[in-house]
């Protein structure tokens, strides 16, 4: 069968599209899937250029969705021809954070979804939304459940509140939608107009490009008459966490999800201190989560925004799409 498989050191060019074993059949626990398509994270991006080193010849893609072909002995959760998406994290199904870090990531620490039939223990799936592609299924195991867990699990988000999304990438977008949904406002920012008046069409109340108002947080706190917002999806880091704390009410909540601007860097404490914030770190969520999470999506009846979607050979111009930052949304894989 066909995988993508990448060698070190890492780097877009080091990406190889060949032929390995079938896995077979599923053994006790497990279910073999036939997998149509993955979507493009900034994880994914980060171990294929080898800024994350993972282990040599591995396989990419942490999000994978698909058909089963089979069920092992003792499975009873899945049956053959049942629509699945995979989870981020397949050994933490419930509670709080028991991970620090990526061993058991696909695509990090274990052989990920760039190919085209897995063998998994059961954990390492759920069934995928009804009325869902496999390519709109394949947006919610990174981007989707993180703004989940970001609002939702960890932030309380309720009718009524007011939230601020950076960007206009995979999470910052899934947390708009999710957002206007649950009827929030939303203020949502970006360097590009066009961008922002595609943010508006899914239903952002306010409008920053943050090239021309570099003191966006100051904009926030003027546009909320002074209290600032509720929520927070922080995917900057180091060089927007300061705007973001300015950007957020006293006891406000701020979900750090990303390091876009670098992984180290200066925090304003005494302004949070000030302020009292809750300022959160986290990674994804657990298999609850993913399982309450399509749930909410069939309720909700939301569907992912996919920019472009590219076939398994072509996984290079994808990254470089998603690198570039040409894209709105979610880059999907679909083979």
């Not at 995928?128 to 993180?146: C, D, E, N």
Request: aromatic share 6%; net charge neutral.
């Amino acid at each position: 069968m066909r995988a993508v498989r990448y060698r070190q050191p890492g780097g877009l060019d080091r990406l190889e599209l060949t032929e390995i074993a079938d896995p077979g059949d599923p053994g006790p626990g497990q279910i073999r899937v036939r997998v149509h398509a993955s979507s493009l994270n900034y994880h994914d991006l980060s171990v294929v250029s080898g800024q994350m080193r993972a282990a040599e010849d591995r396989i990419p893609m942490s999000d994978g969705a698909g058909v089963v072909e089979a069920v092992g002995p003792g499975v009873t959760e899945f049956a053959p021809g049942a629509s699945v998406v995979s989870t981020f994290f397949p050994t933490w199904l419930d509670g709080g954070a028991t991970l620090g870090d990526f061993a058991t990531t696909p695509g990090d620490g274990v052989d990920g979804f760039a190919c085209e039939v897995v063998v998994r223990p059961v954990s390492a799936f759920t069934h995928a939304p009804r009325g869902y592609s496999h390519t709109q299924a394949a947006t919610l195991t990174t981007a989707g459940l993180t703004a989940w867990r970001a609002l939702v699990v960890e932030g309380g988000l309720i009718p009524g509140e007011s939230v601020l999304v950076l960007g206009t990438g995979g999470v910052s977008i899934f947390a708009l939608q999710l957002a206007k949904a649950m009827g929030a406002r939303v203020i949502a920012t970006s360097s590009s107009d066009e961008k922002l008046a595609r943010c508006r069409d899914l239903g952002a109340d306010e409008l920053i490009n943050y090239r021309s108002e570099p003191e966006w947080g100051k904009r926030v706190a003027e546009l909320t008459d002074g209290r600032g917002v509720d929520h927070v999806v922080e995917v900057g880091g180091p060089a927007t966490l300061a705007q973001s704390i300015r950007a957020a009410r006293v006891g406000g909540h701020i979900a750090l999800i990303g390091v876009l601007t670098g992984i180290g860097g200066e925090v304003p404490t005494a302004a949070m201190m000030r302020k009292q914030q809750r300022l959160q770190g986290l990674i994804v969520g657990s298999r609850r989560n993913q399982l309450d999470f399509v749930r909410a999506v069939e309720v909700l009846q939301l569907k992912p925004v996919i920019d472009r979607t590219y076939p398994l050979e072509q996984i290079a111009d994808a990254f470089r799409l998603q690198k570039s930052g040409g894209h709105f949304g979610k880059i999907a894989l679909e083979f």
